[in-house]
């Protein structure tokens, strides 16, 4: 059974621009999060798709979006990149909230 | 009240020796709580969840206890081995209609051989 897989691996991107990251997730998941993972922040929440409906959010500036599509493959957005959007970006996929699988993550360098 | 609490920041074990990481919450609400293993490069990876019902889960060397008039739940390493050596969130959510998990801030195991 595959997992979540999470592309690219590695990104690095000047200020101002803007980056979109992909992840599909495990056959039959149609719950797709994204976290975004700092050394200074932790784990913060992005937001959360189902069905493609997100049904939450979390605190980041409009800058950062996402959508997910029929076949539940999901992507994020973040426009305008500033410097502290250096980070991990993780998705993770479940059938229902008890369990997330997570993938390896994009690391997303702004220069 | 959506912060979770965890401590240590980093803990050194000898190996054969017993891991301990608790976490705090406050918000009542929450009613599933897992823990994650990360190593470097590697996404999270779930290690033991447990919900307010049971007080105890084992499963081999890894046992979650749970407080639930404390609001506190513990990951215990029993037998620590060097292959443990990673980092260790501890998560709350609630299960019904928040769609997401809070995260403790992380711990840093490293478990001498």
């Known amino acids: 059974k595959a997992g979540v897989t999470q592309t690219p691996r590695y990104l690095i991107k000047t200020r101002g621009q803007q980056v979109t990251l992909s992840c599909s997730p495990i056959?039959?998941?149609?719950?797709v999060s994204w976290y975004q993972q700092t050394p200074g922040q932790g784990l913060q929440f992005l937001f959360e798709y189902f069905s493609e409906t997100q049904r939450n959010k979390g605190n980041f500036p409009g800058r950062f979006s996402g959508r997910q599509f029929s076949n539940s493959r999901s992507e994020m957005n973040v426009s305008t990149l500033e410097l502290g959007d250096s980070a991990l970006y993780l998705c993770?996929?479940?059938?229902?909230?008890?369990?997330?699988?997570f993938g390896s993550g994009t690391r997303l360098t702004v220069v | 009240q959506q912060q979770v609490k965890q401590s240590p920041q980093s803990l050194i074990v000898q190996k054969g020796g017993i891991s301990i990481i608790n976490c705090a919450y406050e918000?009542?609400?929450?009613?599933?709580f897992p823990w994650y293993q990360q190593f470097p490069g590697k996404g999270p990876a779930l290690l033991i969840a447990?919900?307010?019902?049971?007080s105890e889960k084992k499963e081999g060397r890894f046992t979650i206890s749970f407080n639930k008039s404390a609001k506190q739940f513990s990951l215990h390493i029993m037998d620590s081995q060097p292959g443990d050596s990673a980092t260790y969130f501890c998560?709350?959510?609630?299960?019904?209609?928040?769609?997401?998990?809070?995260f403790g801030t992380g711990t840093r195991l490293k478990v001498l051989a």
């Open positions: 998560a709350a959510s609630g299960t019904s209609g928040t769609y997401k998990y809070i």
């Open positions: 447990i919900r307010p019902d049971v």
């Open positions: 056959s039959g998941h149609r719950s």
């Open positions: 918000n009542t609400a929450f009613d599933y």
């Open positions: 993770a996929s479940s059938l229902d909230l008890a369990g997330y699988t």
